[in-house]
């Protein structure tokens, strides 16, 4: 410091950010001034300086600066009294009249910062104690100030590492009003910093733009892309089929791996659901897929080296994601509570489409796997670094189906193929056991009391609930066909 910045000082009538004092002996005075300038109250964003050696109106006291002092105040910063540990710095300085020594406290970027557990600020030139609201306020600034890493420069790239022609063209028109970006004469920088997207202070990218809109987002973030691989059984010693990472910015992946799992993951084949009729079975939902690989790339952690992790198995998906559930999320309220670990991104892909932020998609995907036949994916929320979906095939499903049911030997031999019509085309997986029963007891024919007594329920509801269904998929069929509601009438098994 100079000794023109040191006259300011000493002349200034900032008393919100300076305090002079004479005194070199009351520890806590010097305490509560360095808490208070800390806490920035005003949010001046400007430094504090604790000026000891100096009358209140500027005058030098002729101080004698010794080691002893200077010691004893410099290590106010890692006493322990002061938490968390202020951002100062500690000068001595030799002038005419006296000396000085000057204490200057940067705002902290961590508040409220209390001295021996009480919260000091600076209400123009005099100290106080934070009120609850006060204290309040200094909470939400804290939590303003952390920025998320996606938020972050990018300090290494520039603008020429980002695809400035899509961010111009197709995202911002997306993102802004017609209306007022037509009046915009700000500078593409400008307005990208506007979303998020660039960093004005420090000239770059954010972290964000890069993982958008990068031209090549492992050149700075190495663990930005997805990795895909098809292993041809059911874990990782088999051997692999496909392979294949995606490395581009998601404004360009997004669209590359939809009409990858469309053509590349999803398969469909016919399934039979009665004698003469099939229907096309897919081992997967492909909204559901996508709405999985969307929530993985957005709410990884993109500081990981670990890429999205997209394994494909004869009879599951697994797709990892490096960080575990994030902010108000918890294994205890998941999925109910959600929050976002890369907001800039959220916020991204919801202005591109791609995603809804309503809290929905678990919900969703759990939906769309049920109605594709297969079963709800397991969400392993339990790993503290990684987040993880397993999602079932529902092909393979139907195909252990049909080997683990143990038909009795009077069966025909066709009949443990005929079984999977009934799942899940006309019941659920929790009534395999009732069907199996029932068929059990079809070997011979019955009648409909008959084997509503053995089923314990009434004609009614085994007419209603299994019957008629096991009628129409051609498992079963009516002795006496042409009069469907004789009393004599009997029901048994499709033998040929």
Do not use: W
Not at 190 to 203: F, P, S, W
Not at 279 to 298: F, G, H, T, W
Not at 344 to 353: E, R, S, T, V, Y
Not at 430 to 444: G, K, M, Y
Request: net charge negative; hydrophobic share 35%.
């Amino acid at each position: 410091m100079t000794k023109e910045e040191i006259n300011k000082l000493l002349k200034s009538t900032e008393t919100s950010r300076i305090e002079r004092t004479i005194s070199t002996s009351d520890m806590d005075k010097f305490q509560e001034a360095i808490c208070a300038f800390s806490n920035d109250m005003s949010n001046s964003r400007q430094n504090g300086y604790l000026i000891i050696g100096a009358k209140d109106n500027g005058e030098l006291s002729g101080l004698k600066v010794d080691d002893n002092l200077f010691k004893k105040i410099s290590s106010i910063r890692s006493d322990g009294n002061i938490l968390p540990i202020p951002m100062m710095t500690c000068e001595r300085y030799e002038l005419e009249g006296g000396d000085l020594l000057i204490v200057e406290v940067q705002p902290s970027f961590s508040t409220p910062v209390r001295y021996r557990g009480r919260t000091f600020i600076r209400i123009g030139p005099r100290r106080d104690i934070a009120t609850i609201d006060e204290e309040r306020i200094l909470s939400e600034k804290r939590i303003s100030n952390m920025a998320t890493f996606d938020a972050m420069p990018c300090y290494s790239a520039t603008i020429d590492d980002v695809y400035v022609d899509i961010i111009k063209n197709d995202y911002i028109p997306k993102a802004v009003d017609a209306e007022e970006l037509e009046n915009d004469t700000r500078s593409i920088e400008q307005q990208m910093a506007a979303l998020g997207l660039y960093d004005m202070e420090h000239n770059c990218p954010t972290n964000a733009c890069i993982v958008l809109f990068g031209k090549k987002p492992k050149m700075f973030l190495y663990g930005a892309y997805l990795q895909y691989v098809c292993f041809k059984g059911a874990d990782k010693s088999t051997e692999i089929d496909n392979e294949k990472p995606f490395y581009d910015c998601l404004a360009k992946m997004m669209p590359q791996l939809e009409t990858f799992i469309d053509f590349g993951v999803v398969k469909t084949r016919p399934v039979a659901v009665s004698s003469l009729r099939e229907k096309n079975q897919s081992n997967y939902p492909v909204d559901a897929l996508r709405e999985l690989i969307l929530n993985a790339c957005m709410h990884r952690d993109y500081q990981s080296n670990m890429p999205t992790r997209f394994y494909q198995y004869s009879d599951r998906i697994e797709i990892m994601n490096p960080g575990g559930l994030y902010g108000k999320a918890r294994p205890e309220n998941f999925p109910e509570v959600n929050d976002y670990r890369n907001p800039i991104i959220a916020q991204a892909l919801k202005i591109m489409g791609y995603v809804n932020m309503f809290n929905r998609g678990v919900c969703r995907v759990k939906s769309m796997m049920i109605e594709n036949g297969g079963k709800e994916p397991t969400f392993n929320v339990g790993k503290i670094t990684a987040f993880e979906v397993i999602s079932f095939s529902a092909i393979n499903n139907v195909d252990l189906q049909e080997t683990n049911i143990d038909f009795p030997k009077s069966f025909p031999k066709s009949f443990p193929k005929s079984f999977p019509k009934l799942i899940p085309a006309y019941f659920k997986e929790d009534e395999a056991a009732v069907i199996e029963d029932i068929l059990n007891n079809l070997t011979e024919p019955k009648t409909a009391k008959e084997l509503a007594d053995i089923m314990n329920c009434t004609v009614r509801t085994l007419k209603d609930k299994y019957l008629t269904k096991m009628l129409e998929a051609s498992v079963i069929v009516m002795t006496i066909p042409d009069k469907p509601t004789s009393s004599k009438q009997k029901y048994k098994l499709v033998m040929d």
